[in-house]
């Protein structure tokens, strides 16, 4: 036995014998020449010897059992993750390498200049990049620029040492701090996009920092080899002229396991014949072994790892986290699209087009002409001049025609011409071609590079644990507050006729091709077209009024009574909200040099008042005649600070910050008895509840793809749920106190702008 050394097919029995998965080679290369590197470096140290052996071969030999053992018991890619800590996830912060030390800010730091304040949060320094965490309050609109035409600062943030070296944006952060320096400045040239002299430029801010706390959350990450599978999904019918892939198109690629689920990171990747590509149609899907659709959040802090996995590649990547409790493995992970095939490169139209010799921004063209290209007729609907020195081609198409390219003879555009839509947009495509001046004259317009839709597909990989949780309830917990999943969305019925009197107010696509507003009761049987052309509505509390944004940049009001309309003095603006008696209404006003500040104005179009002076707000609601809530985002951060406006002291309060909501539309929306804020979460596609003094904000849709919000004054909470990759949107009602919910007929397929239940 003192001879005896183990086998590679011993091994291979005991591990078969706890069937545990196969070591992957690179994995035993990259621990061995690791564990020799360390040994090395001690050869220069004073030598003791156990049992004959040198000091660097007792070690190897110890860390090779151990490595056996805990591969035995956890599997390969948990003790890579172990022993090697290689990776490693940081809430907030994203995947990073923890084989060096990570150091984080001392304490946040804070300068307020002119009312403006910015301030740096957090700071994580690891071997690869710096990550700064700031925020910006208090720039107000007027620091911005009111025209297209015209730009703002572009000058980027980055860190100055103190011998000056400068560290640039790389990768989501900055390029990495040297180890032995633990102080750094952060410098900021200007606010983004505001006007020279608006505001205070070249703001400084001194950060220090050091080493992480022993407490620090950091997620070990398991690296996959990805196996292939069957990656078509049986019974979806492929175009004749496609290839069937061989292998999976959908990968997991990393994984982390965290307090309740996983996060999963990985590659979507089609396969395609060459010059052909494809037109994603549906979200990211995860159903497990049982046929229950999993609800999942997309961590903002892995778009890095994201990005990097699509890198060179002709798909996606993409990352999930989910809840673990009660699934049934395999999952199986999916994304349905089209494919895009090219008709005939060689075929081509031309045409002449007479722009005049002094075209305007804003003029149209209706020309309504047939174009024969590749054996299918596109009408050419019209041409319209716009603001940014170019023109819009708006096309009619059969159901099959995806796009075409558009060029002007002669002139060489800034960007645009490849449009896009086709039958994925109910039949019509839009392009746009911009120039350094607007083209004049007799144009030679060439229509070329039709694109066509094959059949839809589905694309799909699967994943499951190595080793199955024990950490974790065997069912599904339901969580306080949440009504709806992506899971239990399906199971949702038609609204009960006791509530077929309603109406609800949709954005939607009207038959004549343009989009408006339209009034519909909820039963799906009724419809009044309100606005054939114009966007932003909002329904009075007692559903007898329209008001709305029009072309023409004004507040339009319509009487569905009596079916006239009134227009407002003065410039409008979006996200219309009626006071509870109708008298007022409040809007985000665009013009005078003011934009996206907060206006209210009578509803008889007197006295129109401004009530802040921020940027990219948003109007919540009011809880009475005299108070009124908004938010106002923070620059460089994903939160919203909520306001509350008294008119009767003409002041505002500052209430409290949502720190989980989405950095995009926030929409929120306050309950008809002021206690409740709906909004959307970070995700862009969950609805969150908070009360308004900031307590017992709780998940009432997961996952489900909320978009327009809108309360009842009776209380019920409508919210669209956006399809991805569509124009359409499922609409649902609910009682967030009962859980009662309802599915709105499918005809209803628009952006709730109103509701009203009586």
């Known amino acids: 036995m003192d001879n005896w050394t183990p086998t590679p097919e011993f091994e291979d029995r005991v591990r078969q014998s706890f069937a545990v998965p196969e070591i992957r080679s690179e994995f035993v290369e990259q621990m061995y020449g690791e564990i020799m590197r360390q040994a090395e470096a001690k050869t220069k140290k004073r030598h003791y010897y156990l049992f004959g052996l040198r000091p660097a071969w007792l070690i190897l030999l110890i860390v090779l059992f151990a490595m056996i053992v805990s591969t035995l018991i956890i599997g390969p890619q948990r003790v890579y993750a172990s022993f090697m800590k290689l990776l490693g996830y940081i809430p907030g912060v994203g995947v990073v390498d923890t084989s060096a030390p990570i150091r984080v800010l001392a304490e946040p730091v804070s300068v307020t200049r002119d009312g403006v304040t910015v301030t740096v949060t957090s700071a994580t320094l690891t071997r690869e990049k710096t990550q700064i965490v700031y925020r910006i309050f208090g720039v107000p609109s007027s620091a911005y620029p009111d025209r297209e035409d015209v730009m703002g600062c572009v000058k980027r943030e980055y860190l100055r040492l103190k011998d000056g070296t400068q560290l640039a944006q790389i990768n989501y952060g900055y390029e990495p701090i040297p180890a032995n320096v633990n102080e750094a400045v952060f410098v900021i040239p200007c606010i983004a996009n505001t006007l020279p002299g608006k505001i205070p430029e070249n703001w400084e801010l001194p950060l220090r920092f050091n080493p992480a706390p022993p407490d620090m959350t950091v997620m070990p990450v398991i690296e996959l080899s990805p196996s292939p599978k069957v990656n078509l999904t049986p019974g979806v019918p492929m175009d004749s002229t496609s290839e069937a892939p061989v292998d999976s198109s959908v990968t997991v690629n990393k994984v982390v396991e965290t307090s309740d689920g996983y996060i999963l990171i990985g590659q979507f990747q089609p396969h395609s014949k060459s010059g052909e590509s494809f037109q994603q149609t549906g979200a990211l899907k995860i159903q497990d072994a049982n046929g229950m659709n999993v609800s999942y959040a997309l961590p903002l802090d892995l778009n890095e790892e994201i990005n990097q996995g699509a890198a060179g590649m002709p798909g996606v990547g993409w990352a999930a986290q989910f809840k673990a409790a009660g699934l049934v493995y395999p999952l199986t992970i999916s994304f349905s699209g089209v494919k895009l095939i090219p008709a005939n490169p060689d075929a081509s139209v031309e045409f002449n087009f007479d722009a005049g010799p002094n075209p305007q921004p804003g003029q149209v063209w209706n020309l309504n002409q047939n174009i024969q290209l590749a054996g299918r007729t596109l009408v050419l609907v019209s041409i319209t001049a716009d603001s940014r020195e170019g023109y819009s081609f708006k096309f009619k198409v059969p159901s099959d025609v995806y796009s075409a390219r558009v060029q002007i003879a002669g002139f060489a555009p800034n960007g645009g011409g490849g449009g896009g839509g086709g039958g994925l947009t109910n039949g019509e495509f839009h392009t746009s071609l911009s120039f350094p001046s607007l083209p004049t004259g007799m144009l030679t317009v060439t229509v070329s590079d039709l694109v066509l839709i094959g059949n839809a597909i589905t694309w799909q990989g699967q994943w499951s644990p190595q080793n199955p949780r024990t950490d974790l309830p065997t069912e599904l917990i339901s969580q306080s507050g949440l009504c709806l999943t ?265 952006d709730l702008e109103g509701l009203f239940i009586p």
Not at 557 to 576: A, C, Q, R, Y
Not at 650 to 672: H, M, V
């Open 486 to 750: 992506a899971d239990s969305l399906e199971k949702l019925q038609l609204v009960p006729p006791a509530l077929s009197n309603g109406k609800a107010l949709i954005y939607e696509k009207l038959d004549t091709g343009l989009w408006g507003l339209s009034i519909h009761t909820l039963d799906g049987n009724r419809k009044q077209v309100v606005v054939p052309n114009g966007n932003w509505g909002s329904l009075s509390p007692d559903g007898t009024q329209v008001a709305y944004s029009a072309v023409d940049n004004r507040i339009h009001i319509v009487d569905l009574v009596s079916l006239t309309e009134k227009v407002l003095p003065g410039t409008g603006g979006f996200n219309l909200n009626w006071s509870p008696d109708g008298e007022q209404l409040a809007y985000v006003g665009m013009g005078n040099g003011v934009i996206n500040s907060v206006f209210v104005i009578n509803a008889d179009g007197t006295q129109v008042r401004q009530v802040s002076d921020f940027n990219y707000e948003s109007i919540i609601g009011w809880s009475s005649s005299n108070l009124l809530y908004f938010v106002a985002p923070y620059t460089g951060g994903a939160a919203w600070k909520v306001y509350s406006y008294d008119f009767a002291s003409n002041t505002a309060q500052d209430r409290f910050t949502i720190e989980n909501g989405t950095p995009k539309f926030l929409n929120p929306k306050l309950s008809p008895d002021g206690n409740w804020i709906a909004y959307r979460g970070r995700d862009n596609s969950s609805l969150y509840l908070v009360r308004n003094d900031g307590s017992n904000m709780h998940l009432v849709l997961d996952n489900v793809g909320a978009n327009g919000i809108e309360w009842s004054r009776s209380g019920w909470l409508g919210v669209s749920l956006k399809k991805a990759n569509s124009e359409e949107s499922t609409i649902i009602i609910i009682k967030p106190e009962e859980c009662e919910g309802y599915i709105l007929p499918t005809n209803l397929n628009g």
